[in-house]
């Protein structure tokens, strides 16, 4: 009866191991169009840099990341001065999902990023 509790035990431990995923999601991030471009820079220590260009307008951001999922990561801003919030580079959306696709590829809002090789 033991051996089989233990052999049960052993097959469950280990097929739950098989299915976890981990996504390497440290680095950087880009994507490129005709009047758009994205570039996100996630760094061990959580801490990450959202840079959005849309046409003229250079939007940034910077803060922590939390991964609150297998395939979900959430980016928090930090908290803007008030130059900051008055200029047009301001990102009112303070606090995005991530949906990681595979170690290569990620989307924010509907745009897919690709890894940058380093």
Known sequence: MIRKFIYIAFIFF???KSLSIYYDTQGEFRSVGKDYSYSLIMNEDSTFVLK????????????????????????????ANTMEVLSSGYITEREKRIIVINDK??????????????
């Open 14 to 16: 280990t097929s739950c």
């Open 52 to 79: 959005q260009q849309n046409l003229d307008v250079v939007k940034m951001c910077q803060g922590k990341w939390y991964s609150i999922a297998k395939d979900t990561i959430l980016i928090n801003c930090d908290t």
């Open 105 to 118: 590829k990620i989307r924010i809002d509907q745009v897919i990023l690709k890894k940058v090789k380093n």
